[in-house]
């Protein structure tokens, strides 16, 4: 089945940009699909980043979209994220996922990988 | 747009029920037939386990439901069992947006 797995520093200074790359087995992106990045905050739930298509196509939290880049590398088969401008609020658990555009679901996660934002 | 509401926790005895219940608003839960319903066991990649309402993806089991009501979702767990204790979120699809609720923490007594 499908794999998704985070990678990335786990400790970025405040002001600096976060970057995190998901890499995807079992699937490859240029077939289809939408890929996702997800976040949970020390304490609190989830909260949707960013999507992206094959194609390029891309979906914004527009809490977040100011900041926010996401791309795709279908030859690596990975997709990734960069969050400029970080502060303390931006530390979370950083999970990357497949979306489904037909039911707007989630069927695939990685496990996730914590990045704090600290100096 | 704000976070789905869910009560913080829920417990139940083995082989007993618990229901989760997931409010939101017209624009969102209310709005679309999108709720989504995720497992978290901490540590792990959370669980897709009902899609679309009321849909279970293969190999989840049916104990697992998903309903909705107005702008309120539910998830019931029938016949818990300890590897029911988790975290569970729900969601929800908007024209602008992904939301999430708060989450529940299901503990099996």
């Known amino acids: 089945q499908v794999q998704l797995q985070e990678s990335g520093p786990g400790l970025v200074k405040p002001s600096e940009t976060l970057s995190l790359t998901c890499t995807v087995s079992e699937y490859s992106i240029s077939s289809g699909y939408y890929w996702s990045w997800n976040r949970q905050s020390p304490g609190k739930g989830l909260e949707w980043i960013a999507t992206i298509n094959h194609g390029g196509s891309t979906y914004f939290n527009p809490s977040l979209k100011s900041r926010v880049t996401i791309s795709v590398d279908t030859s690596k088969n990975q997709f990734s994220l960069r969050l400029t401008s970080v502060t303390a609020a931006d530390t979370a658990v950083y999970y990357c996922a497949r979306y489904l555009a037909i039911g707007f679901y989630f069927d695939f996660w990685g496990q996730g990988t914590l990045v704090t934002v600290s100096s | 747009q704000s976070a789905l509401t869910q009560p913080p926790s829920a417990s139940g005895s083995p082989g007993q029920s618990v229901t989760i219940s997931c409010s939101g608003t017209s624009s969102d839960v209310g709005g679309y037939n999108y709720v989504s319903w995720y497992q978290h066991h901490p540590g792990n990649a959370p669980k897709l386990m009902i899609y679309?309402?009321?849909k279970r993806p293969s190999g989840v089991p049916d104990r697992f439901s998903g309903s909705k009501s107005g702008n309120t979702a539910s998830l019931t767990v029938s016949g818990l069992q300890a590897e029911d204790e988790a975290d569970y979120y729900c969601s929800s699809w908007t024209p602008s947006t992904y939301v999430f609720g708060t989450g529940t923490r299901v503990t099996v007594l």
């Open positions: 679309e309402v009321s």
